[in-house]
Antibody, heavy 112, light 111 residues
Framework: EVQLVESGGGLVQPGGSLRLSCAAS????????MHWVRQAPGKGLQWVSY????????YYSDSVKGRFTISRDNAKNSLYLQMNSLRAEDTAVYYC?????WGQGTLVTVSS | DIVMTQTPLSSPVTLGQPASISCRSS???????????LSWLQQRPGQPPRLLIY???NRFSGVPDRFSGSGAGTDFTLKISRVEAEDVGVYYC????????FGLGTKVEIK
């Protein structure tokens, strides 16, 4: 069974940092491109970042470019999102996904 | 960036009746590899998104056959042949031809 399990969310002050993790199982993680997608409370889905299977290609949405860093460790079947300089508007549930399978999400709240 | 426009934003439906959602992209979703990466997602209340349809018309594993997708180029449609109570939720079209982008969502509710 394919599983994507996010962790690392929580309450952080504006300007702070968090590192999200996504543990993958049930499929050959190293063969799949991955995304981070977020959903602000009561809002729709917003793509955040993409990383290719080999980590050679990485993209970010304009709203997080320069503040967030996506990475992966194929040996550990894990995807990461380092989030720095967090803002109130980054408050959302963050999902890892390969486009087909989605995790349950982890909530990030940026507030003083 | 590819902008996805969904209509309607809300769809009250009688149980057992059909429902239809339209999605239009701001540019063609045909990828250089010849595929069209248009998907439909369902998000039930309090749940993460779930893939229903991929590459326009292919049902994902476990998806009931009352869900069907059609379209080409920039215009796509999701149809539910007979709405059931468990279909209540928000439906999103999603393109994966260039990064990912999503429609604003269509809320399907029972009349």
């Amino acid at each position: 069974e394919v599983q994507l399990v996010e962790s690392g969310g929580g309450l952080v002050q504006p300007g702070g940092s968090l590192r999200l993790s996504c543990a993958a199982s049930g499929f050959t993680f190293s063969s799949y491109n991955m995304h981070w997608v977020r959903q602000a409370p009561g809002k729709g889905l917003q793509w955040v970042s993409y990383i290719s299977s080999s980590s050679r290609t990485i993209y970010y949405s304009d709203s997080v470019k320069g503040r967030f860093t996506i990475s992966r460790d194929n040996a550990k079947n894990s995807l990461y999102l380092q989030m720095n300089s967090l803002r109130a508007e980054d408050t959302a549930v963050y999902y890892c996904a390969d486009g087909g399978y989605w995790g349950q999400g982890t909530l990030v709240t940026v507030s003083s | 960036d590819i902008v996805m426009t969904q209509t309607p934003l809300s769809s009250p439906v009688t149980l057992g009746q059909p429902a239809s959602i339209s999605c239009r992209s701001s540019q063609s979703l045909v990828h250089s590899d010849g595929n069209t990466y248009l998907s439909w997602l369902q998000q039930r209340p309090g749940q993460p998104p779930r893939l229903l349809i991929y590459k326009i018309s292919n049902r994902f594993s476990g998806v009931p056959d009352r869900f069907s997708g059609s379209g080409a180029g920039t215009d796509f449609t999701l149809k539910i042949s007979r709405v059931e109570a468990e279909d209540v939720g928000v439906y999103y079209c999603m393109q994966a031809t260039q990064f990912l982008s999503f429609g604003l969502g269509t809320k399907v509710e029972i009349k």
